[in-house]
């Protein structure tokens, strides 16, 4: 299968420890998002990495997330004294370069975190 | 403002066609996009649309685009059980690197 690939699928933590999700994009993508998504909402832009280079990232994203894509192949996204407003579903996708601006992205199936 | 908006719920009958609408309030979005999520799995990409159409035709997909009054819609004809999902409309913007920005979903609810 060469779809994006999340690891873990599921979280469960206590509050306060640190967690490490890791996403393996499409081999010849170099755009790299990761979102967040709560129950009856919509995904959320955390951050994007186009290559190795971390580019943008949202003020959703506070000082306790950090992400990661070394060598512009997989990507980690690390939640440090995880919260109980943490829990949420963490997607990630990637997408190709393309000439036109659109943004083709395929996303992962998400790693869901319950923080308790 | 980054808002899109969607009605959270429609329910049709099997054969018939689906209407869902989706608002977006930044003018300068310039691809619109159609995602469906079933439960469990992720995200797929249905169509999309750049901002100069007004019109896109896919199968049974049809997107209307109305950049006047920043209104988007995916009429699904023909529906099906197994396009019960929820149905995400999404925007990207010029110099926003092009991330997505969600609407919350429209759940569409098929029955016989």
């Known amino acids: 299968d060469t779809g994006v690939s999340q690891d873990p699928r599921h979280k469960i933590t206590k509050r306060g420890q640190n967690v490490t999700f890791r996403c393996d994009p499409i081999?010849?993508?170099?755009?790299l998002y990761w979102y967040r998504q709560t129950l009856g909402q919509g995904p959320e832009f955390l951050t994007y990495?186009?290559?190795?280079?971390?580019?943008?990232k949202s003020r959703l994203l506070s000082d306790r997330f950090s992400a990661e894509r070394p060598k512009g192949s997989f990507s980690t996204l690390e939640i440090q004294r995880t919260e109980q407003g943490d829990s949420a579903m963490y997607l990630c996708?990637?997408?190709?370069?393309?000439?036109?601006?659109?943004?083709?992205?395929?996303f992962g199936q998400g790693t869901r975190l319950t923080v308790v | 403002g980054e808002d899109v908006e969607q009605s959270l719920f429609l329910s049709v009958r099997e054969g018939d066609s689906s209407v869902i609408n989706c608002t977006y309030t930044?003018?300068?979005?310039?691809?619109l996009y159609w995602y469906k999520q079933e439960p469990g799995a992720g995200l797929q990409l249905l169509t999309y649309?750049?901002?100069?159409?007004d019109m896109k035709q896919d199968q049974r997909l049809t997107v209307l685009l109305n950049k006047k009054d920043k209104h988007l819609s995916l009429r699904i004809a023909d529906t099906q059980t197994g396009d019960s999902a929820i149905y995400f409309c999404?925007?990207?913007?010029?110099?926003?690197?092009?991330?997505?920005?969600f609407g919350a979903g429209t759940r569409l609810a098929v029955h016989p």
């Open positions: 996708a990637s997408s190709p370069p393309r000439g036109d601006g659109s943004t083709e992205a395929f």
């Open positions: 081999s010849e993508h170099n755009r």
């Open positions: 990495f186009q290559n190795e280079a971390q580019l943008e």
């Open positions: 930044d003018s300068s979005s310039t691809y």
């Open positions: 649309i750049f901002s100069n159409m």
């Open positions: 999404a925007e990207s913007r010029s110099g926003g690197y092009n991330k997505l920005i």
